[in-house]
């Protein structure tokens, strides 16, 4: 894009500036890491042969069993909430490091700042702690058309909240069309779309870890509750849920019920507030060790994402890696680097053909461009030229390049259509869509269609005639 090559300009314009006084600048941050090295583990940070083990970030990911619109990803720290908040090496940066890079700053200015960054080591150990971490805060919207995007971002080094609705029954019936199966249309009450949640979570659980990643129950609306009998109907409206999977894998993820009043400044949201952090420290993964030379890359990426950039090439990466004086040294550590931050939900890459020369720097614009897709009626008075093509999609699935132009070109989504060849290949790897395949009455060539089938959206039971018995050798 041409906001990345005015990047990749400067970046080789400051490196052909600076590249006289490297020499001398390297040998003199190498000495002060030295000192940093030796005295480290006065300031509670383990060392194993020289590298910094760091705390590993830790996303939760609320999730809801009814409607619910996705929220911009923040980065906080995950602090006990009684004490002091501890500065994290990865999303804290002090005022005088990143004051200019949402301002009215030049790209120019940017890019210096990126490559000062990376360059910072005893700046960055200095903020290293034992007793925070990157917080990343996912909220997804709860209909089922939404299911099939989710697995992009679900991860079991994660903490879930699952959202119920106290004020209605877990028999009582969740407005919302699922589509389980090819039987079609199937009303699904709230207790059975609190069992697809816990499924899609337990299909990325730990096999040698029981029970991870752990799940908090989190009731709202217990306002709507009388207060005579308020705490015994409460408990027994989770102690239904648990009853209704108790002899199933999926208890094991529940850590604990916590009911929110959200008209007046509740207790119980310290508590849950306190219980993230009890259950973030308990996690296997928590504590576990990486090499301190990916913090430098760490925190540049977090520059270039507040700076806006929302994707990026691979390239721009490895000549930002580059850039520093303290580098992932080759390619295959730095897809390593990737995955883990992909694993941790702080990027997503995809290390397949096609997808791996590119970089999402912000997820939730991934989780954006895959929701603008799904529109409502809305969308059609607004576009009436693709009207067809709308119901198309609305009613088989048929999604077209017409009605993915119309919607990603629109001014408020300007970066999805920029990206609409990367977008459209992640949503047939991750089998949100495919294109059809025609067969000739011959049977012997094959004509590939020009648009995709979106099997979320289909509503109609599959036609008994295309199902053919696999007991039945002739037609297998």
Known sequence: SEQYSRLQRLVRLLNKHSHEQESKREQEIQSEMDDQFNSVEHDNVHTQHNQLVIK??????????????????????????????????????????????????????????????????????????????????????????????????????????????????????????????????????????????????????????????????????????????????????????????????????????????????????????????????????????????????EEAIMKIKASGVKVAPLSLIEEINRSSSIKIEDRGELEVFLNFQHDIGTILYFNAEGLKDTVVLDPQWMIDALKSLITDHRFIQQNPTVTKEWYAFNNKGKLTHELIDAIWTKKDKPDFHDNKEYLILVMEKLHIIAKPISYTLDGKSVKEEDYYLAPCILKQKTPKEIICPVSDPEQE
């Open 56 to 297: 590993e970030s830790i996303d939760i990911h609320p999730h809801h069993d009814k409607p619910a619109s996705a929220q911009t990803s923040t980065n906080q720290k995950v602090n006990p909430p009684s004490s002091q908040p501890a500065k994290s090496p990865i999303a804290s940066l002090d005022p005088e490091d990143s004051s200019g890079i949402v301002s009215s700053k030049n790209q120019k200015d940017t890019v210096m700042e990126i490559l000062q960054l990376v360059n910072k080591k005893s700046d960055i150990l200095e903020k290293v702690t034992e007793e925070s971490a990157a917080l990343a805060l996912w909220d997804f919207a709860g209909q089922y058309v939404f299911y099939t995007t989710h697995q992009t971002f679900l991860t079991r080094r994660a903490i879930y909240l699952l959202v119920v609705d106290l004020s209605q029954q877990v028999t009582d019936l969740v407005y919302d069309e699922c589509y389980l199966d090819a039987e079609g249309i199937k009303p699904c009450n709230v207790h059975e779309v609190t069992e697809i949640w816990l499924n899609s979570i337990h299909s990325c659980a730990s096999s040698s870890h029981p029970g991870i990643p752990p799940v908090i129950l989190v009731g709202t609306h217990a306002d709507k509750i009388p207060e005579k009998n308020r705490q015994k109907v409460i408990n027994e409206y989770f102690m239904k849920i648990r009853q209704m999977l108790k002899n199933k894998p999926l208890v094991l993820h529940l850590m604990d019920d916590i009911a929110i009043d959200n008209t007046q400044c509740d207790p119980s949201l310290e508590k849950l507030k306190r219980r993230i952090f009890e259950l973030a420290d308990k996690q296997p993964h928590w504590g576990e060790e990486k090499p301190a030379r990916w913090i430098p890359l």
